[in-house]
C-alpha cells in the first residue's frame, strides 16, 4: 500500500480540484477563455511548479494582445492558428498543473508508484530521460533482446524473475510517463519491431499507453495506439483499438484542435473494416450499462427463487447421480417438468444465455467477490491477458488433484469466450481452495468445455469472420470495467462506465462510422432495451433521410410514450397513421389521447381500432375504460361483458364490472361480482369499493371495515385513502348516501387505524 503523504491539502482539495480540471475543459469547449484563465489561476496557486505560473502569465498576456488587436480592428491573417495554439496551451498547462497537484498531495497509489521509480531512476545517475539509453532498465531490455526467442526460460530462474521485472517496469513507465518523447518512442518502436515480446506482453503495454492517454491528453499516444492497431497480431490490436475510441471519446472536445490527428482517424476511418470493428467496439462498450441491471436481477431476483426450488431441485434431479453418467446421455425430461412450474426463472435464465452470447456481462456479480487475491494487488494484474504459461497456471502444476490436468484445464480456460481474463485468473486463484470433489467436478466441466469449443471453432469463424475480434474485445472491455468498478485503486480513476456512454455523439464516430447506417444500429440496439432516451435521440436525426417509413414515426412515437411525453408521443403516431393506417397505431393514438384527459377523442380512436378489429380483447377492454372516463357505466358493461365472455378466466376484469353495477346502483349484481373478485386477490380499491357498495346498502359499520383493511392489508396510507374517498363522494352522493355522514366516517376510519 502507497502511503499517505503529509500535506495541507485535503482530501477535499483534491476533489476541488479534479473538478476545476473538468469545468475547465468545459469551459473551453464553449470557447469561454476568461472563465477558464481564472480556474487555471487557481489551480496554478496550488501548485509548487513555480515555472507553471510563468506559463500561465505568458498565456494571459498572449490573450490579451489577441482581444486588444482585435478590438482595435487589425486583421491578423494567423489570429486562428494562435487563438487554436492559445487553447492547447491551456488544457496542457490545466493537465500539467492537476498532475502536479496530484503527485504532491494525493497519496494515491498511482503517484507513489511514481516516486518510487523516479528513485530508481535517480539511482542510475539519470533523472531526466531524453532516450532509450536513459532508462533506468535498459540493461535488463539489452539483455533480454539478445536472448534467442527460442528461450523459453524456468519461470522460478533469475532471467525469469529479472524479465518479469522488466516487463513490470516499461509497464510502469508507459503508464505513468505524463507526456511521451523520444525515449518513449523509442521503446514502444523495441515493443513492436523486435520480436522479442509476446503477445501477452505487449497487450499489456497497450493498456499501460491507454491509461497513460486517459490519464493526461497527448496526441502522440494516440498515434502510437493506432500503429499497435495496424501491425499488432490478435489479442493486442483489439485492445489497442478499444482504448483509441474509448480516449477519442474521453477526449471529444479536443480532438478537433488537432488537425494530424484528426486526418489520420478519418483516413483509417476510409477501412470497411476499421469501420466494423470499430461499431462492434462502440456497441459493446454501451452494452456495459446493462452489467448493473443484471447483476441487480441476478441477486435479488434469480437467485433467491433459484434457492427457494433448491430442495425440489435436488430430489427431482437426483444431483448426487448426475456427474458418474455418461457426458453424451440425453439431457434429464424431469428438467423441462421441473422449470415448467417455475417458468419465470427458466425464461429469465434462457434471457441470460442469450444475453451472454450477445456480450452482455452476466458474470460480474459472480466474480466480484474473487478479487481479493493478492494477485490483484499488483495493478498491472488487472489488465494482463489469461495466457496458459502464466505463473498463476504453474501455480496448479503442484496441486494433488489438478497439477496432472492443468495444460487441459489452462488451455480450457484461455479458450472460454464467455469469461473475461480478470475472472479467468480469479477462477484459477480460487480452485486451490476448493475441496478435493469439487476440484475433480470442476475439471471434468473444463474437459466438455474444451471438447465443445473444439468443435465449433471452424463453423464459428466461417459465418462470423469478426467472430475472434469480437470476444476478444468483449473480455478486455470487460476486465476494463472490473477494474474501474471493483480494484482497490479505482478511486484514482475517473470510471469510464458511467453516464450515457453516448460515443455515437463523438467526433470520432461522426468521421469513422457510417453516420446514418450505425446510427440506425444503435437506435433499434438502444430501443430492443429499453434505452428510451438514447434511442430517440438517434431515431430523429434519421427523420430527414426516411421521412415516409411509418415505423421511424412509431418508434419516435413510443420512446416519447415510454418518457411520458405523451403531446409528442400522440404527433409522431398521429404521422406514421397518416402514412399507414393500423389498429396498434389507432390504439396508441387512444392511449395518448386519453392520458392527456381528452376523453372523447380516445374514445373514437379506440371505437375505429375496434371496427377494423372486432375480436380483439385489449381494443373492448380499452374501449370500455373510455366509457368508464366518461361515465357512461351501460356501455362500459357491453365491452366489458365482451371480454368476460371471450376470457371467462380472468378475475381482473371482474373488477371493472363490479364498478359499473355499482355506479349503476344495481348493488345486487355489483356485489355478485365483488364476491367472485374475493376468490382472487383484492387490492386497496378493491375493499374502499366494496365499502362503497356497504355504505350504499346502509351497513355503516361493514363498510368502515373494509376502509380500514384497505389500509391494513394492502399498503395504501391513510392520506392515500382520504384521497380516494373525496374522490368518489359526488358518485356517493348521487347514489343516495347522506353527505353528512361522509367526514364522520372517515375519522372513524382514522381513530380505527391509527
Given at each position: ?446 474437459r466438455l468445455e474444451l471438447e465443445g469449443l473444439h468443435q465449433g471453432d471452424d463453423t464459428d469463424v466461417s459465418t462470423d469472420p469478426y467472430k475472434n475480434f469480437r470476444t476478444n474485445v468483449t473480455q478486455y472491455l470487460h476486465d476494463l470495467y472490473r477494474f474501474y468498478k471493483l480494484s482497490p485503486y479505482k478511486k484514482e480513476f475517473e470510471d469510464l462506465f458511467t453516464g450515457k456512454l453516448d460515443i455515437y455523439n463523438s467526433e470520432f464516430f461522426r468521421m469513422t462510422c457510417n453516420a446514418c447506417e450505425a446510427e440506425a444500429g444503435l437506435a433499434d440496439y438502444f430501443f430492443s432495451k429499453n434505452y428510451y432516451a438514447d434511442a430517440l435521440e438517434l431515431f430523429l436525426k434519421q427523420l430527414n433521410s426516411r421521412p415516409d417509413e411509418p415505423q421511424l414515426y412509431e418508434k419516435i412515437a413510443f420512446c416519447y410514450q415510454k418518457e411520458e411525453n405523451f403531446e409528442d408521443a400522440l404527433k409522431f403516431y398521429q404521422r406514421a397513421e397518416l402514412i399507414e393506417r393500423k389498429v396498434w397505431t389507432l390504439k396508441k393514438i387512444g392511449l395518448c389521447l386519453r392520458r392527456l384527459g381528452r376523453k372523447e377523442e380516445a374514445l373514437d380512436y379506440y371505437l375505429q381500432a375496434g371496427a377494423m378489429d372486432p375480436e380483439n380483447i385489449h381494443t373492448s377492454i380499452m374501449t ?131
Open positions: 500500500m502507497s502511503p499517505e503523504l503529509n500535506s495541507g491539502i485535503n482530501s477535499m482539495d483534491i476533489k476541488k480540484v479534479i473538478q476545476q480540471h473538468r469545468q475547465l475543459s468545459k469551459l473551453i469547449s464553449a470557447k469561454r477563455i476568461k472563465q477558464s484563465l481564472d480556474i487555471l489561476h487557481d489551480m496554478i496557486n496550488m501548485s509548487l511548479q513555480g515555472d507553471l505560473r510563468d506559463e500561465y502569465n505568458n498565456i494571459e498576456m498572449t490573450y490579451r494582445n489577441m482581444l486588444t488587436y482585435t478590438i482595435d480592428g487589425i486583421n491578423d491573417p494567423e489570429r486562428s492558428k494562435v487563438y487554436t495554439k492559445l487553447i492547447q496551451s491551456i488544457l496542457e498547462l490545466s493537465d500539467r498543473s492537476k498532475q502536479d497537484i496530484l503527485s504532491h498531495y494525493s497519496g494515491w497509489h498511482t503517484y507513489w508508484v511514481r516516486q518510487q521509480t523516479e528513485k530508481e531512476q535517480k539511482l542510475t545517475g539519470r533523472s531526466i530521460v531524453e532516450t532509450v539509453d536513459d532508462l533506468m532498465f535498459k540493461s535488463e531490455l539489452d539483455e533480454w533482446l539478445r536472448i534467442s526467442s527460442e528461450v523459453n526460460p524456468d519461470p522460478e530462474s533469475q532471467l525469469s524473475l529479472q524479465h518479469k521485472n522488466l516487463i513490470k517496469n516499461i509497464f510502469n513507465h508507459l503508464w505513468l510517463t505524463d507526456y511521451y518523447g523520444e525515449a518513449e518512442e523509442s521503446l514502444i518502436r523495441i515493443i513492436m519491431n523486435s520480436g522479442k515480446f509476446r503477445w501477452f506482453e505487449s497487450g499489456l503495454f497497450v493498456s499501460a499507453i491507454t491509461l497513460s492517454a486517459l490519464r493526461v491528453w497527448q496526441p502522440e499516444k494516440l498515434f502510437f495506439l493506432i500503429d499497435f492497431y495496424e501491425t499488432g497480431g490478435e489479442q493486442v490490436m483489439e485492445r489497442a483499438l478499444s482504448g483509441l475510441i474509448l480516449t477519442l471519446h474521453y477526449y471529444d472536445s479536443r480532438v478537433p484542435l488537432y488537425p494530424e490527428l484528426m486526418a489520420k482517424i478519418a483516413d483509417i476511418g476510409k477501412d470497411a473494416g476499421f469501420r466494423e470493428r470499430s461499431k462492434i467496439i462502440i456497441l459493446q462498450i454501451i452494452r456495459s450499462r446493462e452489467t448493473e441491471g443484471l447483476s441487480k436481477k441476478l441477486h435479488e431476483e434469480i437467485l433467491p427463487k433459484v434457492a427457494k426450488l433448491k430442495p425440489r431441485i435436488e430430489e427431482k434431479f437426483d444431483l448426487d447421480n448426475i456427474l458418474p453418467r455418461e457426458k453424451n446421455e440425453d439431457k434429464n425430461p424431469d428438467w423441462t417438468e421441473m422449470f415448467n412450474e417455475s417458468e419465470e426463472i427458466f425464461k429469465t435464465m434462457e434471457e441470460l444465455t442469450k444475453l451472454q452470447m450477445e456480450g452482455a456481462d452476466v458474470y460480474m456479480s459472480a466474480f466480484a467477490n474473487l478479487k481479493h487475491f493478492d494477485f490483484f494487488r499488483d495493478f498491472q494484474n488487472w489488465f494482463v491477458p489469461f495466457h496458459p504459461d502464466h505463473e498463476v497456471v504453474n501455480e496448479i502444476f503442484r496441486d494433488e488433484i489438478l497439477g496432472g490436468e492443468t495444460n487441459e484445464l489452462a488451455e480450457a480456460l484461455f479458450k472460454t469466450p464467455f469469461i473475461c481474463n480478470s475472472d479467468k485468473f480469479s477462477l484459477l486463484l480460487n480452485l486451490k481452495y476448493l475441496p478435493a470433489s469439487q476440484k475433480t467436478m470442476m475439471l471434468k466441466v473444463f370500455g375504460h373510455c366509457y368508464l372516463d366518461l361515465n357512461d357505466y351501460e356501455s362500459a358493461l357491453r365491452y366489458y361483458f365482451r371480454v368476460e365472455y371471450n376470457d371467462p378466466g380472468n378475475l381482473n376484469i371482474l373488477r371493472p364490472i363490479a364498478f359499473c353495477y355499482l355506479a349503476l346502483g344495481r348493488f345486487d349484481e355489483s356485489e355478485k361480482y365483488y364476491d367472485r373478485l374475493a376468490s382472487g386477490h383484492l387490492n386497496a380499491h378493491d375493499y374502499i369499493n366494496k365499502g362503497h357498495l356497504a355504505l350504499c346498502r346502509g351497513r355503516k359499520k361493514e363498510a368502515a371495515d373494509l376502509y380500514r383493511l384497505s389500509i391494513q392489508t394492502n399498503g395504501i396510507t391513510l392520506e392515500e385513502f382520504i384521497a380516494a374517498f373525496w374522490d368518489d363522494q359526488p358518485l356517493l352522493v348521487s347514489l343516495g348516501v347522506n353527505p353528512d355522514d361522509l367526514p364522520i366516517i372517515l375519522d372513524y376510519v382514522a381513530f380505527s387505524v391509527a
